[in-house]
């Protein structure tokens, strides 16, 4: 989640982190998939360098459970393991994430004051030509305000999928709506953390296999930042 696609969006993304909209399916799907990314933005924030981020998800009738994780090249690279639950039908989608960093605590330590976890709400609705999504911390690493109380770091994101000159494209806004330290280095109130756009390519490899190649430009109005970044999905 945090810390390209984190939860970045990606995206990231993809993310992370936001949850596709399933259709209810009469039998089990599974899928497993990686990609590789020349950085980690999430959300506007810059988490890493170049990463391999696998994917691993089963669904069936509307529900689905997925774990996504990212790892740098450098040994210090922070590395991410999520876990995903969540439902779908029609464009309507609801999920909980439990999003862990290896930088703090060991994975099973779920203390208040002892944890490296954040744990995620998220609603959302695809219109086809918009998806809107909200995002709200609720356990764990929740954010903080600058009186030191539990800010409950909250996202909002907006994105539209469109067509231009024979690729996909996907335009993101996002923002946090109240005071956090979570995003943007704690920012004072509603700040706008990411406005993205991105394009993917089909490469043919053979009659039978492509490539997925994207590139996406992300800039992060709140902290000024600025990046540009490739990646291919296998």
Same mark, same amino acid.
């Given at each position: $989640?945090?810390g390209?696609?984190?939860?970045?969006g990606?995206?990231?993304?993809?993310?992370?982190?936001?949850p596709?909209?399933? $259709?209810?399916?009469?039998?089990?799907?599974?899928s497993?998939?990686? =990609?590789?990314v020349? *950085?980690?933005?999430?959300?506007?924030?810059?988490?890493? #360098?170049?990463?391999?981020?696998?994917s691993?998800s089963?669904?069936?009738?509307?529900?689905?459970?997925?774990a996504w994780?990212?790892?740098?090249?450098?040994?210090?690279?922070?590395?991410e393991? =999520?876990?995903t639950?969540?439902?779908?039908?029609g464009?309507?989608?609801?999920?909980?994430?439990?999003?862990?960093?290896?930088?703090?605590?060991?994975?099973?330590?779920?203390?208040?004051?002892?944890?490296?976890?954040?744990?995620?709400?998220?609603?959302?609705?695809?219109?086809?030509?918009l998806?809107?999504?909200?995002?709200?911390?609720?356990?764990?690493?929740?954010?903080? #305000?600058?009186?030191?109380?539990?800010?409950?770091?909250s996202?909002?994101?907006l994105?539209?999928?469109?067509r231009?000159?024979?690729? =996909?494209?996907?335009?993101?806004?996002?923002?946090?709506?109240?005071? #956090? =330290?979570?995003?943007?280095?704690?920012k004072? *109130?509603?700040?706008?953390?990411e406005?993205?756009?991105?394009?993917t390519?089909?490469l043919?490899?053979?009659?039978?296999w492509?490539?997925?190649?994207?590139?996406?430009?992300?800039?992060?109005?709140a902290?000024e930042?600025?990046y540009?970044?490739?990646?291919?999905?296998?």
């Amino acid at each position: $989640m945090k810390g390209l696609l984190k939860k970045g969006g990606a995206w990231i993304a993809v993310a992370i982190l936001s949850p596709a909209v399933l $259709m209810a399916q009469d039998k089990v799907e599974a899928s497993v998939g990686a =990609d590789l990314v020349s *950085g980690y933005i999430w959300r506007g924030q810059d988490l890493g #360098n170049v990463s391999i981020q696998p994917s691993l998800s089963i669904a069936y009738k509307g529900f689905s459970l997925s774990a996504w994780g990212s790892v740098g090249f450098e040994k210090s690279d922070t590395k991410e393991f =999520d876990l995903t639950l969540g439902y779908g039908i029609g464009g309507f989608s609801v999920s909980v994430t439990d999003y862990w960093f290896n930088n703090g605590p060991a994975y099973f330590h779920y203390g208040a004051h002892d944890t490296n976890h954040t744990f995620e709400a998220q609603v959302g609705y695809d219109f086809g030509v918009l998806a809107v999504n909200w995002y709200t911390n609720f356990a764990g690493n929740v954010g903080y #305000n600058s009186d030191g109380d539990r800010a409950y770091a909250s996202y909002i994101a907006l994105s539209a999928p469109f067509r231009l000159g024979g690729l =996909d494209w996907e335009a993101t806004v996002g923002a946090t709506p109240w005071e #956090n =330290d979570f995003y943007n280095g704690g920012k004072n *109130g509603f700040a706008v953390s990411e406005v993205g756009i991105k394009a993917t390519k089909e490469l043919k490899i053979t009659d039978s296999w492509t490539l997925p190649v994207f590139a996406q430009a992300i800039w992060n109005p709140a902290t000024e930042g600025a990046y540009f970044v490739a990646g291919l999905s296998f």
